[in-house]
């Protein structure tokens, strides 16, 4: 693992992409870190990114009309060529969490045939992969390279984690630890971009209890 490609899908949260992005470590010692922001049908966050001079944020991609987060992630997903974190414009990273994540895939899986889950800390219960660092090799697992199930709009994690498990591919470092500011817990953060998820929350419910039934896991 020589660099890694971190995701990051964005919709109109200029303010709290900008704390996400403030969380991220410039450099890691050891790896180029490449901060990808793709923003979802979000024109103006785009032209504000391109002229920022935001020096940590290696590209940003402007997809016109709003196609979902999984939809984001699988775009550039399949275009990395080495590890690939990605992640959510509601979270702050704690110091030292990707490094210890980074860490943690060279010492459990050195080939790159795995995944290391982000702690999200007090949350009362969290998948280990809604956050998560994700191999080269595992990604190859995948139908072009498309980390996310592409039916699903929003909610997809889970059948990364249960691949990770079945696979005993799946690690969840304790030290890689990040705050999500999800509305369950923190009723301030609510805003129209989680509204607009909400409404697709039954639709992809509806695909992954189809799927779960049939004893379906996209990746196997």
Same mark, same amino acid.
Not at 154 to 166: N, T
Not at 180 to 185: D, L, N, T, V
Not at 200 to 213: G, H, L, M, N, Y
């Given at each position: 693992m020589k660099h890694i490609d971190l995701i990051i899908p964005t919709r109109n949260r200029w303010e709290k992409l900008q704390r996400c992005l403030n969380s991220v470590p410039k450099t890691i010692p050891g790896y180029e870190l490449? $901060?990808? +922001? +793709?923003?979802?049908?979000?024109l103006q966050t785009a032209g504000r990114l391109l002229s920022s001079n935001e020096g940590r944020i290696k590209q940003v991609v402007y997809v016109r009309e709003q196609r979902g987060s999984v939809y984001c992630r699988n775009l550039m997903t399949q275009c990395a060529d080495d590890a690939v974190l990605y992640?959510?414009?509601?979270?702050? &990273? =704690?110091n030292g969490a990707i490094e210890a994540a980074a860490q943690a895939m060279v010492e459990r899986y050195p080939d790159g045939?795995?995944?290391i889950g982000f702690n999200q800390g007090k949350k009362q *219960? &969290?998948?280990p992969t809604g956050v998560a660092l994700v191999g080269q090799k595992f990604l190859c697992r995948y139908p072009q390279r498309k980390? !996310? !199930?592409?039916?699903?709009f929003? &909610?997809?994690?889970?059948? +990364?984690? %249960?691949?990770?498990? =079945?696979l005993d591919r799946l690690y969840l470092e304790m030290a890689a630890e990040l705050i999500?500011?999800?509305? *369950? !817990?923190n009723h301030m953060e609510i805003d129209d971009t989680h509204k607009e998820a909400r409404v697709? %929350?039954?639709?992809?419910?509806? +695909?992954? $209890?189809? %799927? %779960?039934?049939?004893k379906l896991i996209w990746g196997l």
């Open positions: 490449n $901060v990808i +922001i +793709i923003c979802d049908g979000d992640a959510t414009d509601d979270i702050e &990273f =704690k045939d795995g995944i *219960s &969290f998948s980390l !996310f !199930f592409p039916e699903y929003h &909610f997809s994690c889970q059948e +990364i984690e %249960r691949l990770g498990r =079945k999500h500011y999800h509305p *369950s !817990f697709k %929350r039954e639709a992809d419910r509806r +695909i992954s $209890v189809t %799927r %779960r039934a049939k």
